[in-house]
Nanobody, 124 residues
Framework: QVQLVESGGGLVQAGGSLRLSCAASGGTFSSYAMGWFRQAPGKEREVVAVITSDGRSTYYADSVKGRFTISRDNAKNTVYLQMNSLKPEDTAVYYC?????????????????WGQGTQLTVSS
């Protein structure tokens, strides 16, 4: 069973950049597809980006396409989310999630392993 710990959230001005990290332990990280999800107050958890276990394929929600980049370093057991051109509507708690399969999905219910979340606040 894998444990996930996010870091890197904070307060940033609109137009700024931030990188989230998610460190994994206790499992075979390279066999897990990983996803970043977010949840704003009063809203459902939504997918942000997904990456296959080998890092060769990625998926992005339309709302972040061209601004966010998901990547992973299997040697470091870490997945990243580089966020550029941030907007106030990106404000949310960001979670990384792991799925013991080569491919991820866009549904948060398909991910059994979750981090505790990290808050991102984008000010206008």
């Amino acid at each position: 069973q894998v444990q996930l710990v996010e870091s890197g959230g904070g307060l940033v001005q609109a137009g700024g950049s931030l990188r989230l990290s998610c460190a994994a332990s206790g499992g075979t990280f390279s066999s897990y597809a990983m996803g970043w999800f977010r949840q704003a107050p009063g809203k459902e958890r939504e997918v942000v980006a997904v990456i296959t276990s080998d890092g060769r394929s990625t998926y992005y929600a339309d709302s972040v396409k061209g601004r966010f980049t998901i990547s992973r370093d299997n040697a470091k057991n870490t997945v990243y989310l580089q966020m550029n051109s941030l907007k106030p509507e990106d404000t949310a708690v960001y979670y990384c999630a792991g799925r013991p399969w080569r491919y991820g999905t866009v549904s948060y219910t398909d991910y059994p392993y979750w981090g505790q979340g990290t808050q991102l606040t984008v000010s206008s």
